[in-house]
């Protein structure tokens, strides 16, 4: 995500929110857009995209008009031995970022994958090849019902 947010400031966003669970990383962020970038458009969130009422409370409070999803278990070793949160997070995390797109009417949804999920062979695959079939199915369902090809 750090690497679309620095191309992204090119563009000079209104606002860039960085949502994560990860303290220090956010950090890190924080101080290179400041101090490498002279960039200040932009808020702290932390936060878990499994977790659906924060996720809710942050399209509410900011309502984006563009999402780029990159969060995600990426360690195929610690997801082999940790099967559950790759689940929680990669794929349930992905739905509720997904409908809160949908529900608040973001213009452009944009999920970072891996090529890892073209022929899963582990636990970190498969989690990030359910999670696109599931933005796939979310898509056309919303294309035919509501005319909404943004995903």
Not at 95 to 115: H, L, P
Request: net charge negative; hydrophobic share 45%.
């Amino acid at each position: 995500g750090s690497e679309i947010v620095r191309q992204l400031i090119s563009f000079n966003p209104k606002t860039i929110i960085l949502f994560d669970q990860a303290e220090s990383p956010l950090y890190d962020m924080e101080l290179d857009l400041q101090e490498k970038f002279n960039f200040y458009n932009f808020e702290i969130v932390i936060g878990n995209i499994a977790d659906e009422y924060r996720v809710k409370r942050l399209f509410e409070a900011f309502k984006p008009s563009i999402v780029f999803h990159a969060a995600a278990y990426k360690h195929v070793p610690m997801m082999e031995n940790n099967p559950t949160e790759a689940l929680r997070t990669n794929i349930m995390g992905t739905k509720i970022i997904a409908d809160a797109s949908n529900e608040y009417k973001v213009e452009q949804f944009v999920m970072v994958s891996t090529d890892k999920a073209v022929n899963p062979t582990n636990v970190m695959g498969a989690s990030k090849r359910l999670a696109e079939l599931i933005l796939q199915g979310l898509a056309e369902r919303l294309r035919t019902a509501a005319g909404w090809p943004r995903l």
